[in-house]
């Protein structure tokens, strides 16, 4: 399988080196007995490690000649694998099957050509997870704890921010991996919030509401969410019309998006 040729449309790159890898499984620090589930094992870089640790793993992997590696490699009861694209994957019902009380932890290379969708995918499902590890393209880690204000902070920052503790762990260089890829990476860890500092009334209402504001970052709050929010509105609320989108905190879209909701808008 070293032989096994990465595969551009999956946005393979795989992890060889071995000082990262062992730095990554520290961060995660998997216990005996955690309900783990890693997304793209690829060649097991991580997946042996992380399954050594906890005992047994649970992989979500789309290539089928991974799943065939991985297959004759590992037994049944060591690697569960489950041959499904992780962007349509229910890790919600998987949390209910196998978690310890319907909660999971998951890690993972994310594939760099779908990073963002999938995160917006695994977001949704933060109630069944206590916890994330992800590699990802360093400059979408930027953008995933960004502070406002920055050319980095977005909807990608809002979004996920509102529901999860945030924080990069450790920026690994492009020659750890095979190919290497054109970019640095980094590791970023995803914590949900027990208590949300910022406690959302409707998710969906306030998603559409930052895509709207963020939909053109040169203008400011007042022209992107015009016919949404008023000038007299944002100001009652404590904004500035004239601000520009990434000017605007986490907590006051989270006041914004609660407001529309109170008034059914």
């Known amino acids: 399988m070293s032989s096994h040729i990465p595969r551009k449309r999956f946005g393979q790159n795989f992890l060889q080196d071995q000082g990262v890898i062992h730095a990554i499984v520290s961060e995660i620090n998997p216990q005996p007995g955690d309900v783990l589930v890693e997304i793209g094992p690829g060649l097991a870089a991580l997946t042996e490690p992380l399954m050594k640790r906890a005992g047994k793993l649970h992989v979500v992997e789309i290539d089928r000649d991974i799943v065939a590696h991985l297959s004759g490699k590992f037994s049944p009861e060591q690697l569960i694998i489950h041959h499904q694209d992780a962007l349509k994957f229910d890790f919600g019902t998987l949390a209910n099957e196998i978690g310890k009380d319907g909660i999971i932890r998951l890690a993972g290379?994310?594939?760099?050509?779908?990073?963002?969708?999938?995160?917006?995918?695994?977001?949704?499902?933060?109630?069944?997870?206590?916890?994330?590890?992800?590699m990802?393209?360093?400059?979408?880690?930027?953008?995933?704890?960004?502070?406002p204000g920055t050319t980095d902070y977005g909807r990608l920052s809002v979004m996920l921010q509102v529901r999860f503790n945030m924080?990069?762990?450790?920026?690994?260089?492009?020659?750890?991996?095979?190919?290497?890829?054109?970019?640095?990476?980094?590791?970023v860890r995803m914590v949900p919030w027990p208590t949300p500092p910022w406690p959302v009334t409707d998710l969906v209402r306030m998603e559409k509401l930052v895509l709207t504001a963020f939909g053109q970052r040169r203008k400011t709050l007042r022209n992107n969410v015009k016919g949404i929010l008023t000038d007299a509105e944002l100001e009652q609320l404590g904004i500035d019309p004239g601000c520009r989108p990434e000017n605007v905190t986490v907590a006051q879209y989270v006041v914004l998006a609660n407001f529309l909701s109170a008034n059914g808008r």
């Open 109 to 134: 290379n994310l594939p760099y050509n779908i990073s963002t969708p999938l995160l917006f995918h695994l977001a949704s499902f933060g109630a069944a997870i206590s916890d994330m590890h992800f």
């Open 136 to 147: 990802l393209q360093k400059e979408v880690v930027d953008r995933m704890v960004a502070d």
């Open 167 to 187: 924080e990069r762990v450790l920026d690994v260089p492009p020659e750890a991996f095979y190919p290497p890829p054109k970019v640095d990476s980094a590791v």
